[in-house]
Each structure stands twice: as structure tokens, then as C-alpha cells.
């Protein structure tokens, strides 16, 4: 990933963000076995933190419908987005219009799952989402968000 330049040539904070999908705003309450107690704002606020430690802007978003998860991504161009961390939830293994939205924007992306979806029912097992990840973390808890976090993170001052 590049380095962006201002047109006064003073390089710009690069920009990430974070996309939850559809019943993760009941992280903590929602089947706890699966996905543990930790909260989407638990969440939201390990990335957010880390991400103003590394000088880096992150913004979240959650939502329970398709059309708005789609607009989200076709937004992210428009600003400027670098790369986006997303777990489409459900979506993952049913929606071919949120996939297409990434492809069309051509933002990379990382594919996060709290729980390790290779070991659950069969129906999980595919992924609308994966081959076109930069990469795919499953199983990890919330845990995975961070390290995917991290990964961007190195990308961003590497490449
Ligand atoms: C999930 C796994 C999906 O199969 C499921 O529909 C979710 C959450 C996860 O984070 O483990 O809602 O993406």
C-alpha cells in the first residue's frame, strides 16, 4: 500500500475502516460460546486506540442491512479509504452484492471471523468474501480484529 501525498507533498494520514455486519451489535450477549463476551464497543475501542497510537485514522461501522453495508464500501472510495477490516457476518456465505461492492471499489480488505467458521456447520464453510481478501483471520476471537489491525499497520509503513 502507498503512501499518499497532499498536493503540497506532505504526506497524508492514511485512513482504515473497520466493517461489522448484520447481529454484531450483540456482541457479548449473542451466543457468548461462539463469540465470547467481549462487545462490538469493547471492540471499537482496542482498534480505535491502537490506531491513534500508530497515527492512523479509524472509523467503525455496523449495520444490520445489505444496501447499507454496500453504500458503506462505495463511501470508503470516495474518502479515501486505504484498506477496510471487515466481518460481514452472515453476509459472508450469502451475499454476492457485498462482495461486488469491494471488487468495485478495489480497496483491499482483510476478512475477519470472531469464530472459526471451518469448524462449525458446513453452510459457513464458504466464503463470498475470501478470495478476493488480502488475507482471511477465523477463530481467533476478538483478537483477530487486532492482529488484522496490525498487519495493515505494517503494510501501511512497509509498502
Ligand atoms: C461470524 C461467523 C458467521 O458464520 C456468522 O453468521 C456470524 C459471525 C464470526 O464472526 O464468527 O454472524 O462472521
Known amino acids: ?3 499518499e501525498k497532499s498536493t503540497s507533498g506532505q504526506a497524508t494520514t492514511a485512513r482504515l475502516l473497520v466493517i461489522h455486519g448484520p447481529n454484531l451489535n450483540l456482541l457479548g450477549t449473542r451466543e457468548p460460546e461462539q463469540y465470547g463476551h467481549t462487545t462490538l464497543s ?3 475501542l482496542a482498534l480505535s ?3 491513534e497510537t500508530a497515527g492512523v485514522e479509524l472509523e467503525t461501522f455496523q449495520s444490520n442491512h ?3 453495508l454496500i453504500e458503506r464500501v462505495h ?3 470516495e474518502q479515501g479509504v486505504r484498506a477496510i477490516i471487515i466481518n460481514p457476518a452472515g453476509y459472508t456465505h450469502t451475499s454476492v452484492a457485498l462482495r ?3 471488487a468495485a471499489v478495489a480497496i483491499p480488505f482483510v476478512e475477519v471471523h470472531l469464530s472459526n467458521v471451518y469448524a462449525r ?3 459457513r464453510h464458504h466464503s463470498y468474501f475470501s478470495a478476493l481478501a488480502m488475507g482471511v483471520i477465523s477463530g481467533l476471537g476478538s483478537e483477530g480484529y487486532l492482529l ?3 498487519y495493515l499497520l505494517n503494510k501501511l509503513n512497509t509498502d
Do not use: S, T, W
Open 66 to 68: 445489505e444496501g447499507a
Open 42 to 44: 469493547d471492540i471499537n
Open 100 to 102: 461486488d461492492a469491494l
Open 75 to 77: 463511501a470508503a472510495r
Open 121 to 123: 456447520e458446513p453452510f
Open 1 to 3: 500500500m502507498k503512501k
Open 49 to 51: 486506540r491502537r490506531a
Open 148 to 150: 488484522a489491525l496490525e
